[in-house]
């Protein structure tokens, strides 16, 4: 036995505890033991880590974790999902003293037992952006990971600018970390079979743009410029600039043509109209 969950079992964990996937929780369970060690893989885990994993469902990709790193702490929102998992890490032959499950919604985790060093997911749809976002800002000894998720957000999440997909998402992750494609993964590793595409988005992180004050600034130039992207940067910003004409002044004296749109702006452009904004 490879000490990874297959279809078969995985499925029979699920009967035995009575879970039955759903939508709302956006359950598609990993079946395919390979994709999880390729994520693990992926995701540059050594024995030393302690990885971090979001939603661990029936523990597919949890073990696969705990083949490698020192500690496991893993959230999971389903009590049912959260009091099985340990045993099914005992009766693969893993050490549950190395794993930490805390039986939680993962939007509303601040602290965690151990300083994560690494984070492996397979995200809900739903929530993949702001999870993904809300655990690089609280957990700053994260240095890299590896999440799942739907086709459409890992596109988002990895699109520079002048690119249709490229938006919130793409310009507020940078602040934290250089993120990449780390490929596609196929309909039939999931139970159920999904009805859309999943990817891999690998994170490298790199020390952030700036203090927090500048952080939140920042952030809110970025949602007002893609609250309507079709619209002109000096537009975008005028509710926030007192008006039209202040906006303009604001991004040409941060170097910046106030007719281009968000959508053509990096990171570090977004940055000069905070801090010019903020004098």
């Known amino acids: 036995m490879s000490g990874l969950l297959g279809a078969a079992e995985i499925r029979e964990i699920a009967e035995r505890i009575g879970v039955r996937p759903t939508k709302k929780l956006g359950q598609n369970f990993v079946v395919d033991a390979n994709?999880?060690?390729?994520?693990?893989?992926?995701?540059?885990?050594?024995?030393?880590?302690v990885v971090l994993e979001i939603g661990p469902g029936l523990g597919s990709l949890t073990l696969a974790a705990l083949e490698v790193a020192d500690k496991v702490v893993a959230i999971e929102i389903d009590s049912?999902?959260?009091?099985?998992?340990?045993?099914?890490a005992e009766r693969h032959g893993f050490d549950p003293s190395k794993l930490?499950?805390?039986?939680e919604d993962a939007m509303g985790v601040c602290a965690l037992p151990f300083d994560p060093t690494v984070l492996v997911a397979n995200l809900p749809y739903n929530i993949s952006v702001p999870v993904l976002l809300r655990f690089?800002?609280?957990?700053?000894?994260?240095?890299s990971g590896v999440v799942m998720v739907q086709s459409e957000v890992a596109d988002r999440l990895v699109a520079k600018?002048?690119?249709?997909?490229?938006?919130?998402?793409?310009?507020?992750?940078?602040?934290?970390?250089?993120?990449?494609?780390?490929?596609?993964?196929?309909?039939?590793?999931f139970w159920p079979l999904p009805n859309v595409d999943s990817s891999l988005v690998?994170?490298?992180?790199?020390?952030?743009?700036?203090?927090?004050?500048?952080?939140?600034?920042?952030?809110?130039?970025?949602?007002?410029?893609?609250?309507?992207?079709?619209?002109?940067?000096?537009?975008?910003?005028?509710?926030?600039?007192?008006?039209?004409?202040?906006?303009?002044e604001i991004i040409e004296t941060s170097g910046i043509d106030p007719t281009i749109r968000g959508e053509a702006l990096e990171l570090s452009d977004f940055i000069k109209i905070a801090i010019t904004l903020s004098k």
């Open 80 to 88: 049912r999902l959260a009091a099985e998992l340990p045993m099914t």
């Open 136 to 143: 690089l800002e609280l957990f700053p000894t994260l240095g």
């Open 161 to 189: 600018p002048n690119n249709k997909t490229y938006g919130s998402p793409s310009v507020k992750a940078a602040w934290w970390a250089e993120l990449s494609s780390a490929g596609t993964v196929s309909r039939s590793i």
């Open 100 to 103: 930490t499950i805390l039986c």
């Open 35 to 49: 994709t999880c060690r390729k994520i693990v893989k992926s995701a540059g885990v050594i024995s030393e880590d």
């Open 202 to 248: 690998r994170f490298v992180r790199h020390p952030s743009a700036g203090n927090e004050e500048l952080r939140k600034s920042t952030f809110k130039i970025i949602d007002a410029a893609f609250a309507q992207r079709r619209k002109m940067m000096r537009a975008a910003l005028s509710t926030l600039c007192g008006g039209s004409a202040q906006a303009s």
